[in-house]
């Protein structure tokens, strides 16, 4: 079993930045691909970016590209998620999770963290 924990949402203005973090406890993420979705009101959850077990290999969403950044530090079991040039439309609650591949799908990924909420206003 993988805990994960999501942490550094929060409001923030247009053309801001964030960082959120994603710690996981209880198994190493070293063996598991990490991924990062989001979720706004009234709309599905949709992927944003994710990260192979190595950090050598990363995807994005095509609206966050150029603005977000994706990392992670296997020895400190964390995942983070660099959130730059913020815009409303980026309103959302943010997920991470733990699977084995390198998936953009939210049925690929295993373990899911209890999410945070990034607000940006405009």
């Known amino acids: 079993q993988v805990q994960l924990v999501e942490s550094g949402g929060g409001l923030v203005q247009a053309g801001g930045s964030l960082r959120l973090s994603c710690a996981a406890s209880?198994?190493?993420?070293?063996?598991?691909?990490m991924g990062w979705f989001r979720q706004a009101p009234g709309k599905e959850r949709a992927f944003v970016a994710v990260?192979?077990?190595?950090?050598?290999?990363?995807n994005y969403a095509g609206s966050v590209k150029g603005r977000f950044t994706i990392s992670r530090d296997n020895a400190k079991n964390t995942v983070y998620l660099q959130m730059n040039s913020l815009k409303p439309e980026d309103t959302a609650v943010y997920y991470c999770?733990?699977?084995?591949?390198?998936?953009?799908?939210?049925?690929?990924?295993?373990?899911w963290g209890q999410g945070t909420q990034v607000t940006v206003s405009s």
């Open positions: 999770a733990a699977g084995p591949f390198l998936a953009t799908t939210k049925g690929s990924y295993d373990y």
């Open positions: 209880g198994r190493t993420l070293r063996n598991y691909a």
């Open positions: 990260i192979s077990w190595s950090g050598g290999n990363t």
